[in-house]
Every structure is written in structure tokens, then in C-alpha cells.
């Protein structure tokens, strides 16, 4: 049997979402932290396409700005997208992090947002919407990452060569190119 408080609780969180949900003119697909079973099923149904692999320097930037990574998939589907991540500034457990697929023309083609705990910040994955999203191959595109304080986007300078990172609009880093640490997978 639930208690009055939590029954409470659920219905308005049930209610606080879906007024979010009609409010938003996009549809945002908020997904729970998937279980180390689920991630490596759904891995093992993707293959990685785009990849950053430099090695970390404990370079990273808060969320709390509009920060972008642009990349050039060789993929025709985007299924999903792993960032790495750092607590950069401890006290909460957990903090609600949006990724957005934007394509050159600024149109945001996917919206996914999900909780994230900081136990394990490393590598989250975003699993794209059902069916993933269309991407042209060889075209750019851009991951947007948003948050609150919690996290930062670990990035590195130079890394990967097809795209770059850029902090509000504006390369993140003023003197040489950078880049943040992601991983996106497409379609077997």
C-alpha cells in the first residue's frame, strides 16, 4: 500500500510532466538511466559510428550554457549518443541533462532528456527516439548538451578531426581548436 505522500508525489509529478510536455513545442523523450543489461543490449544492436577518442586532460565546461559538439556522421541513422562527463560541482545526486541533435539549419531533429546520477557520470548514453533519427552522411551536424551545475563536458583540445566544440555559439576555446568527448552509434 502507497502512503497518501507519495500517491500525492506521483500524480504531481505525473501532472508537472505532462503539462511540460503539452507546454513544449517539441516532443522531448525523457528516458530513466538504463541498467548495465539494458546498455549492453542495446550496444550490441548499434555500431559506433563517430568517436572522439584523445585522451582526457581534466579540461571540461559546465552545462549550464549552450555547449555543441558538431560532427559528421558516415552513418545514415543515429541510434544513440554517448557523452563523458565529470562531477564538477558536487552536492547533488542527480541532474536532468538535455541532448539535442540540431542539423545545419538549426532544426532540432531529436530532444532526449533523462536523469542522470552522479555515481557514475563516465559515459552516459542518450538512446535516440524510436526508429533513431534520418542523418545525411558527410553532412554536419551538432550535439547540444544542457544541464544544470552538476556536470561538466569533459573536452580536450584538437581530438576529433570532423567537427568542434563551441560554448554559446562561439568556439569553446579562443586560441586553438577543440573538441568534446563524445561517441555516437548507428545502424548495424
Not at 511540460?20 to 559510428?49: E, G, W, Y
Not at 552516459?124 to 550535439?143: A, H, K, S
Request: aromatic share 8%.
Amino acid at each position: 500500500m502507497t502512503s497518501p505522500i507519495r500517491r500525492a508525489l506521483a500524480v504531481g509529478g505525473f501532472a508537472c510532466i505532462l503539462s511540460l510536455t503539452i507546454a513544449c513545442r517539441h516532443k522531448t523523450v525523457t528516458q530513466p538511466v538504463p541498467t548495465t543489461a539494458q546498455t549492453a543490449a542495446k550496444l550490441a544492436s548499434m555500431d559506433s559510428d563517430q568517436v572522439n577518442t584523445a585522451g582526457w586532460d581534466k579540461a571540461w565546461t559546465n552545462l549550464l550554457n549552450v555547449a555543441e559538439q558538431s560532427f559528421t556522421p558516415s552513418s545514415s541513422k543515429l541510434l544513440g549518443v554517448e557523452v563523458e562527463l565529470v562531477v564538477g560541482n558536487p552536492g547533488e545526486a542527480e541532474d536532468e541533462l538535455t541532448l539535442t541533435i540540431v542539423d545545419a539549419n538549426n532544426k532540432e531533429l531529436a530532444i532526449v532528456t533523462q536523469k542522470v546520477q552522479v555515481a557514475n557520470p563516465d559515459q552516459v548514453m542518450f538512446g535516440m527516439p524510436t526508429g533513431g533519427v534520418e542523418l545525411l552522411p558527410g553532412q554536419i551536424y551538432w550535439l547540444r548538451l544542457t544541464g544544470g551545475a552538476t556536470f561538466g563536458w569533459k573536452y580536450v583540445v584538437g581530438g576529433y578531426e570532423h567537427g568542434e566544440a563551441t560554448f554559446n555559439g562561439k568556439p569553446l576555446l579562443a586560441e586553438t581548436r577543440s573538441t568534446f568527448l563524445f561517441r555516437t552509434f548507428g545502424e548495424k
